[in-house]
Each structure stands twice: as C-alpha cells, then as structure tokens.
C-alpha cells in the first residue's frame, strides 16, 4: 500500500508570492490534515479536512489555506508568503475518526 | 498555551537499557494520544497509540503508559537500540476536533 504522497519535496520562492503544496493520502484514507513545522514551536496545525469539507482549522492567518478534491487529495496553498513562512509542511492522512495519522514526507518551502 | 509538554528536550541511554519518555497535558478533554518518531527531513512516523479507556499499551519493544489523574503518559523503549536515535514526539486529540497538538519533542540518542 502506497504511503502519503507530498509534492514537491522542496520548494524555494520570494516574498509575497504564493505557492501551492499536493498530498495524496493513503489509498481509502479520506481524512487529510496539515501541520507546519519550525525548529521552534514544534508541529502545528493548519487545518484538516474530511470528505471535501474542512472540519477544523488552526490558529494561521488568512493567508493559509486549503482542499480537498473528491478523491481525497488535498492541496494547501498559502499567499502573499512571509519570510517566516519557511518551515517543513507535513501532510497526514487517516481513515476519519480519530485514528492515527501518517504522515508524508512533507515539503520544504524556503521563502527568500 | 502548550497543552502538550515535553519538558526534557534530549536524552542519552545506552544500548540494551531502558529509554524512557515523557509527556504533559493539560487538557483534560484529550481522549487519544499517540507517540511518533522522527528522523531529519523526513515526515514522523506513527508509533504507538492509547486511549483513555486504557492505561497501558504494548507493541514489541514499545509500551506507553496512561496515567489520567497525573495528565502524564510515557513511552518506554525495551531494549533501545542505537537505531532509535530520533526525536520522539508525543501527540494528543480530543474527540471531535479532528486535529492533534504535539509536544516540542525530545531527541533521543542510544549509544552503542
């Protein structure tokens, strides 16, 4: 069974542009969850969605957000990016009630 | 507002002997905790889990302990092995959230 898919690996873009970041979950996995991660505040979390709705968000400007397609892929995008914004972005997926998550790769995003 | 605490940022324990993990919560609505580890560049890896119907959980040389009153729950590795050297995060849900908040991790380190 294939793992969690995350594209690109690694990514590098100025300030104020924006990008978007894909994840393919786990064949029958329908729920996806994002978290950001920096060497300082550890894992946290964007937001996760199940079905195409997102049922829960973090504490992340506006500038952050995301999908869900109907084959459970998901996409994140974030704008107007920030120098801050760097960090290792990590995508999880599980079946949908609270079970554990696995995650992908992530993708490094460097914004210079 | 950290509502998952690892307050021991590194840990160093010889091959063969006991390694041994800890974790703070403060909410009490947490039902379901998970233990993932870590290597650099790469998406933490799933682990072991409990709920809080339970106080102990085995898998192999993985046990987590629950202890509800304290908030406190722990991981124990037996016997580590210098393949375990990682960072070590604990995680926790509440049902109907949807999402986990993460510790800050501890790196452990087994020396051979």
């Known amino acids: 069974k294939a793992g969690v898919t995350q594209t690109p690996r690694y990514l590098i873009k100025t300030r104020g542009q924006q990008v978007t970041l894909s994840c393919s979950p786990i064949?029958?996995?329908?729920?996806v969850s994002w978290y950001q991660q920096t060497p300082g505040q550890g894992l946290q979390f964007l937001f996760e969605?199940?079905?195409?709705?997102?049922?829960n968000k973090g504490n992340f400007p506006g500038r952050f957000s995301g999908r869900q397609f109907s084959n459970s892929r998901s996409e994140m995008n974030v704008s107007t990016l920030e120098l801050g914004d760097s960090a290792l972005y990590l995508c999880?997926?599980?079946?949908?009630?609270?079970?554990?998550?696995?995650f992908g790769q992530g993708t490094r995003l460097t914004v210079v | 507002d950290q509502q998952v605490k690892q307050n021991s940022p590194s840990l160093s324990v010889q091959e063969g002997r006991i390694s041994i993990l800890n974790c703070d919560y403060t909410?009490?609505?947490?039902?379901?905790f998970l233990w993932y580890k870590k290597y650099p560049a790469e998406g933490p890896t799933f682990l072991i889990s409990?709920?809080?119907?339970?106080d102990k959980n085995e898998d192999g040389r993985f046990t987590v302990f629950l202890n509800k009153s304290a908030k406190h729950l722990s991981l124990h590795i037996v016997p580590s092995q210098p393949g375990d050297s990682a960072v070590y995060f604990c995680?926790?849900?509440?049902?109907?959230?949807?999402?986990?908040?993460f510790g800050t991790g501890t790196r452990l380190k087994v020396l051979a």
């Open positions: 995680a926790a849900s509440a049902s109907g959230t949807y999402k986990y908040i």
């Open positions: 969605y199940f079905s195409e709705t997102q049922r």
């Open positions: 064949s029958g996995h329908r729920s």
């Open positions: 999880a997926s599980s079946p949908g009630q609270v079970f554990e998550a696995f």
């Open positions: 909410n009490s609505m947490f039902d379901y």
């Open positions: 409990i709920s809080s119907i339970k």
